[in-house]
C-alpha cells in the first residue's frame, strides 16, 4: 500500500516565526489533504490540494504530484496553530482507502 | 449545516462487552467513512460507505467489528467481546462527490473508547 511519511516529527516555534512542513508519499495518488488536529481532538480540513498551489490566510500548501511531495507553509505562527498537522493521501483505482501520515506535531510558544 | 456528530462521546466497557457507536453525517454527503485512532498516531482507515453500500473494508477490521449504514445516512460501527487493544477514538468523517473516493472529509468529534 502506499506509504505517507511527514517531517519533521515535532516542531517547537517562537510566535511569529514561520515553518514549512513535509509530506511524501510513495505512489501516484488521486487526491491529498492536509488536517489539523487541535488539542482537543477535534480534525480540521485545511486543503484539498491533489496538485497545485492554494493558500488560504497565512497557511498555504503545495503539491507536485510528478514528485510525490506536498508542502504545508505556514507563515506568523500563532499559539493557536498548536496540535498535530497530517497529510492524507487516497487515489481511485485499487479501493477507497485513505492513508495518513504520523503527523507534525507543532507547538507555538508565546 | 450542523456538522459530522458522533455519540457517545466517551464509552468506557469492561472487556468482553459488546459497545455500538453512532455517526450522523453531514446531511448531504453520500459518503461516510470510519477511522481508529491511537494516542501518537495518525488515524487508520477501517471502513468506508457511498451511500448504503460499504464498498471498502480495512483488514484492520476483525470479524469482531461490524459497520452499517441502513438507509444511507447515519451509521453504526458495533464491537463485539471488546479487548484492550480496541481502545482508541472512534472518528467519523463524511463527504460528497467532486471527483474523487476521498475528498474534502469532514470529522466528527470522535468517540473516545476505554476498554478496562
Known amino acids: 500500500g502506499i506509504q505517507v511519511e511527514q517531517s519533521p516529527p515535532d516542531l517547537i516555534l517562537q510566535e511569529g516565526a514561520n515553518s514549512t512542513l513535509r509530506c511524501n508519499f510513495s505512489d501516484s495518488v488521486n487526491n491529498l489533504q492536509w488536517f489539523h488536529q487541535n488539542p482537543w481532538g477535534q480534525l480540521i480540513n485545511l486543503f484539498y490540494?491533489?496538485?497545485g498551489t492554494k493558500q488560504n490566510g497565512r497557511l498555504s500548501a503545495t503539491t507536485v504530484a510528478t514528485e510525490r511531495y506536498s508542502l504545508l507553509y505556514i507563515s506568523s505562527s500563532q499559539t493557536t496553530d498548536s496540535g498535530v498537522y497530517f497529510c492524507a493521501v487516497g487515489r481511485n483505482t485499487g479501493g477507497f482507502k485513505t492513508i495518513f501520515g504520523a503527523g507534525t506535531r507543532l507547538f507555538v510558544k508565546a | 449545516d450542523t456538522g459530522v456528530s458522533q455519540d457517545p462521546r466517551h464509552k468506557i466497557t469492561k472487556r468482553g462487552q459488546n459497545v455500538t457507536f453512532r455517526c450522523d453525517p453531514i446531511s448531504e454527503h453520500n459518503r461516510l467513512y470510519w477511522y481508529r485512532q491511537t494516542l501518537g498516531q495518525g488515524p487508520e482507515f477501517l471502513t468506508y460507505f457511498q451511500n448504503e453500500a460499504q464498498l471498502e473494508k480495512s483488514r484492520l477490521l476483525s470479524d469482531r467489528f461490524s459497520a452499517e449504514r441502513p438507509k444511507g445516512s447515519f451509521s453504526t460501527l458495533e464491537i463485539q467481546r471488546t479487548e484492550q487493544g480496541d481502545s482508541a477514538m472512534y472518528l467519523c468523517?463524511?463527504?460528497?462527490?467532486?471527483?474523487?473516493?476521498?475528498?474534502?472529509?469532514?470529522f466528527g468529534p470522535g468517540t473516545r473508547l476505554t476498554v478496562l
Open positions: 468523517a463524511s463527504s460528497s462527490p467532486r471527483g474523487g473516493p476521498a475528498d474534502t472529509q469532514y
Open positions: 490540494i491533489p496538485s
